[in-house]
């Protein structure tokens, strides 16, 4: 669980982050979607952290919960948005 957590939160600081803009905009020279895209860009996470792990199976576990977690804190911002 922690695994994917940190997966969850690589993947945030890649896609929202000003510190990692640099790498954002390295990604987007080879894939202008992927730096915006929580299920996409969690896949790539984890397969970096699958083969750290030896798990072949992890990218898509990582890229299912990377996209939850997004949509999670997507739903939790609208929602603080429209109780001001």
Do not use: Q
Request: charged fraction near 15%; aromatic fraction near 16%.
């Amino acid at each position: 669980m922690i695994e994917l957590l940190s997966c969850a939160g690589f993947t945030a600081l890649l896609m929202y982050g000003k510190p990692t803009a640099f790498i954002r905009g390295a990604i987007e020279r080879f894939s202008p979607i992927l730096p915006r895209c929580a299920l996409c860009l969690g896949f790539w996470v984890g397969v970096a952290m699958g083969f750290h792990l030896g798990d072949p199976l992890f990218p898509f576990a990582s890229a299912g919960f990377c996209w939850a977690f997004d949509a999670l804190v997507n739903a939790l911002r609208e929602a603080y948005v429209e109780a001001e």
